[in-house]
């Protein structure tokens, strides 16, 4: 079965520092891939998404994830966050014929 | 007009009692989705319906039931309550053909007490 993990469980940040958060995946097919914000109170948005071409995917509010098959990795950037970054994100896989499968989330916290 | 609309956004309920949770999406998407989100924010998917046929079942407990009126509609029907079902419950949808990500609804907060 496949499965998704996430590098780190909580991430705490000052404004306008770099942001990575890491993915990882179990699946050696072709996947689709996606990361999901959550802010406080509120439902799965979808930031981005990659199932083929460019590798470097671009998501909304300046979001970017780089999608790396040998190291099964999809892992999410922004240069510069902001307080309202302040959210829970997911990252997913989802190949042809399965359902979504959901990582456990990174929390980040960003200081003013 | 809400894409992936649930009812209610928030229950509270007693031990042992049996409720329901509506969803509906007017997307004319042919696939839904029930996820259940933990306290620690942990996704797990419970059902997902395609054209109305349960296609996979994750080993939830049988009090919960999904119920599909209509290709719009997965509503998600559960039996003698108890606490550990307490939690988040998200609906979402998506179209198999032609769309890859899935969108969500607004979540319901079940409470057990």
């Known amino acids: 079965a496949q499965s998704v993990s996430q590098h780190n469980h909580h991430v705490i940040l000052s404004e306008a520092a770099s942001l990575e958060l890491g993915c990882n995946y179990s699946y050696g097919g072709t996947v689709n891939l996606f990361w999901y914000v959550q802010y406080p109170g509120q439902h799965l948005q979808l930031l981005l998404k990659y199932f083929s071409g460019d590798p470097l995917v671009k998501g909304i509010k300046g979001f970017e994830a780089e999608f790396i098959k040998s190291k099964f990795s999809f892992n999410l950037r922004k240069p510069s966050v902001q307080w309202s970054d302040t959210a829970e994100y997911f990252c997913a896989v989802h190949n042809y014929g399965q359902n979504f499968v959901f990582g456990p989330g990174t929390r980040l916290s960003v200081l003013p | ?113």
């Open chain 2, 1 to 113: 007009d809400t894409a992936v609309s649930q009812t209610p956004k928030y229950l509270v309920t007693q031990m042992g009692n049996d409720k329901s949770i509506k969803c509906e999406q007017n997307l004319g998407h042919d696939t839904m989705y029930w996820y259940k989100q933990d306290s620690k924010k942990f996704l797990k998917i419970m059902f997902s319906y395609n054209n109305k046929e349960l296609i996979i079942n994750e080993t939830v407990p049988n009090r919960f039931s999904p119920k599909s009126p209509d290709k719009a509609h997965l509503n998600l029907h559960i039996n003698s309550l108890e606490l550990g079902d307490s939690a988040v419950y998200f609906c979402a949808s998506r179209e198999t053909a032609t769309s890859i990500e899935a969108f969500f609804g607004q979540g319901t907060r079940l409470t057990v007490v």
